[in-house]
């Protein structure tokens, strides 16, 4: 039997340090949202693959549906030998997707690649090169994606320089300190000082920021740049790689506030743990792209969007999005009594949307962030078997993003952990 401690040693050797890992556990099996490594051991998944696993690991209907296209065929490239699933699954995404009349969806293998070629499109729809993003924003590591990332580290440290035309805005909430007005006079200025708004393609905003903390865009914020963009004819991209397909009690978090993007890069959840991502927007924006301009050797792949038909079937089934909403409340109220007690490690109450919840691990004496409690609690967490992620500005968020399909039960034994981890930092 082969051991976590020989592994990561072997791990070492064979894969660059630039790559991380958040733990030294090697996964042997999984079950919906509980996994057992190589030594036997069994841990509460409250990350769910950094989001990717909404309908849990190996959903029964998830693998049978890959089973089915596994027999059948599993590559052709979708740009030479077209096939039923990939339409099949664009069809179903044009039906969900919040955009105004007619929609389209082309397919990729990661969530850089969607933003990326979200990007793409915008600039090819609107004969404009300039891209507007905001701070704290994460949408990947291609560089691309990585220039409209709003974090410098470990992201952009040294790789620059950055692809030209990208700028940024402040995001309007505790880290920035700046109200939804603040930010889109900010957004004004940016117009003023650095890039004519007739000269921006797209503005990409995230409806929950994800690695930058759990922090959720007003629904005036959204509201506002769709205003923005209507007055300039800028495109708006919604990124809901972490926060689609019922993380957050809705198909599509941008849905809560009833803004309607131009354009939605998807990923992560989509999948149900096969590598899948993909364009979603409206017809008129597609479609402007010549034939040959688009398009991915693996992108779509057959296995991923049986997998995705699956998922969406699930979702509908076994009605996630209200799953996500229960959740997301039983987290939150023992969160919250947590936050409350003088015995336990100093956080902050719970915040996010839905299922998507995080609290911040705070100093004790001037209640800043402690980012280094925060990665301690999460060493404690996973040694005592509950695996939780960090992220926030100074890596001091905690958050939660467990399988929507997860037992309230199970759950709650992941919370008992939790409190039994956060009460050895008190």
């Given at each position: 039997?082969?051991?976590?401690?020989d592994?990561?040693s072997r791990?070492i050797?064979a894969?660059?340090?630039g790559?991380?890992n958040?733990?030294?556990v090697?996964?042997?099996?999984?079950?919906?949202?509980?996994?057992?490594d190589v030594?036997?051991?069994?841990f509460i998944?409250?990350?769910?693959?950094?989001a990717?696993?909404?309908?849990?690991h190996?959903h029964?209907k998830?693998m049978?549906?890959?089973?089915?296209?596994?027999?059948?065929f599993?590559?052709?490239?979708?740009?030479v030998l077209p096939?039923e699933p990939?339409v099949a699954?664009a069809?179903?995404?044009?039906?969900?997707?919040?955009v105004?009349?007619?929609a389209?969806?082309?397919?990729?293998?990661?969530?850089?690649?969607?933003v990326?070629?979200?990007?793409?499109i915008?600039?090819?729809?609107?004969?404009?090169?300039?891209?507007?993003?905001f701070?704290?924003?994460?949408?990947?590591?291609?560089l691309?994606?990585?220039?409209?990332?709003?974090?410098t580290a470990?992201?952009?440290?040294?790789?620059?320089?950055?692809p030209?035309?990208?700028?940024?805005?402040?995001?309007p909430?505790?880290?920035?300190?700046?109200?939804?007005?603040?930010s889109?006079?900010a957004?004004?200025r940016?117009?003023?000082?650095?890039?004519?708004p007739?000269r921006?393609?797209a503005i990409i905003v995230?409806?929950?920021q994800?690695?930058?903390?759990?922090?959720v865009a007003?629904?005036?914020?959204?509201?506002g740049?769709?205003?923005?963009?209507?007055a300039?004819?800028?495109?708006?991209?919604?990124?809901e790689i972490q926060?689609g397909?019922?993380?957050?009690?809705r198909?599509?978090?941008?849905?809560h506030?009833g803004?309607?993007?131009?354009?939605l890069?998807v990923?992560?959840?989509?999948?149900?743990?096969?590598?899948l991502?993909?364009?979603?927007?409206r017809?008129?924006?597609?479609d402007?792209?010549?034939?040959g301009?688009?398009?991915?050797?693996?992108?779509?792949?057959?296995?991923?969007?049986?997998?995705a038909l699956?998922?969406?079937?699930i979702?509908?089934?076994?009605?996630?999005?209200?799953?996500?909403?229960?959740?997301?409340?039983?987290?939150?109220r023992?969160?919250?009594a947590?936050?409350?007690?003088?015995?336990?490690?100093?956080i902050?109450?719970?915040?996010?949307?839905?299922a998507?919840?995080?609290?911040?691990?705070?100093d004790?004496?001037?209640?800043?962030?402690d980012?280094?409690?925060?990665?301690?609690?999460a060493?404690r967490?996973?040694a005592?078997?509950l695996?939780i992620?960090?992220?926030g500005?100074?890596?001091q968020?905690?958050?939660?993003l467990?399988?929507?399909?997860?037992?309230?039960?199970?759950i709650?034994?992941?919370l008992d952990?939790?409190?039994?981890?956060?009460?050895?930092?008190?």
């Amino acid at each position: 039997m082969s051991l976590n401690a020989d592994l990561q040693s072997r791990r070492i050797a064979a894969v660059p340090r630039g790559v991380a890992n958040a733990t030294a556990v090697f996964a042997a099996r999984a079950a919906n949202a509980e996994i057992w490594d190589v030594e036997g051991r069994r841990f509460i998944d409250f990350a769910a693959g950094i989001a990717v696993l909404n309908v849990g690991h190996r959903h029964p209907k998830v693998m049978a549906a890959v089973q089915a296209q596994l027999e059948a065929f599993t590559h052709t490239a979708f740009q030479v030998l077209p096939y039923e699933p990939y339409v099949a699954l664009a069809e179903r995404l044009n039906a969900l997707a919040p955009v105004e009349g007619e929609a389209q969806t082309i397919f990729f293998t990661t969530g850089g690649e969607a933003v990326e070629n979200a990007v793409k499109i915008a600039r090819r729809a609107t004969s404009r090169s300039a891209v507007i993003a905001f701070s704290g924003a994460f949408h990947g590591r291609s560089l691309l994606a990585m220039a409209l990332t709003g974090k410098t580290a470990p992201y952009k440290t040294g790789f620059g320089p950055m692809p030209p035309e990208v700028y940024h805005a402040p995001f309007p909430g505790p880290v920035s300190g700046l109200s939804v007005e603040d930010s889109l006079k900010a957004l004004d200025r940016l117009f003023y000082a650095d890039v004519e708004p007739a000269r921006v393609a797209a503005i990409i905003v995230e409806p929950v920021q994800g690695e930058g903390g759990f922090h959720v865009a007003p629904p005036a914020f959204l509201r506002g740049l769709r205003q923005v963009c209507d007055a300039h004819g800028i495109l708006l991209v919604a990124d809901e790689i972490q926060t689609g397909f019922s993380r957050t009690g809705r198909t599509f978090a941008v849905e809560h506030s009833g803004v309607k993007p131009d354009l939605l890069t998807v990923a992560k959840a989509l999948g149900g743990g096969f590598p899948l991502a993909g364009v979603i927007g409206r017809k008129a924006v597609m479609d402007a792209v010549d034939p040959g301009g688009l398009g991915t050797t693996y992108g779509g792949s057959p296995l991923a969007c049986a997998a995705a038909l699956a998922v969406l079937d699930i979702a509908e089934e076994e009605r996630l999005n209200d799953k996500a909403v229960a959740q997301g409340r039983q987290l939150s109220r023992r969160i919250d009594a947590f936050a409350a007690r003088n015995d336990l490690a100093p956080i902050s109450p719970a915040r996010g949307l839905g299922a998507m919840i995080a609290f911040d691990v705070l100093d004790g004496l001037g209640g800043g962030p402690d980012g280094a409690r925060a990665k301690r609690i999460a060493a404690r967490a996973l040694a005592l078997g509950l695996v939780i992620l960090t992220c926030g500005s100074h890596g001091q968020t905690v958050r939660i993003l467990a399988p929507l399909t997860a037992a309230p039960a199970l759950i709650d034994e992941g919370l008992d952990l939790l409190e039994l981890a956060l009460a050895g930092e008190a």
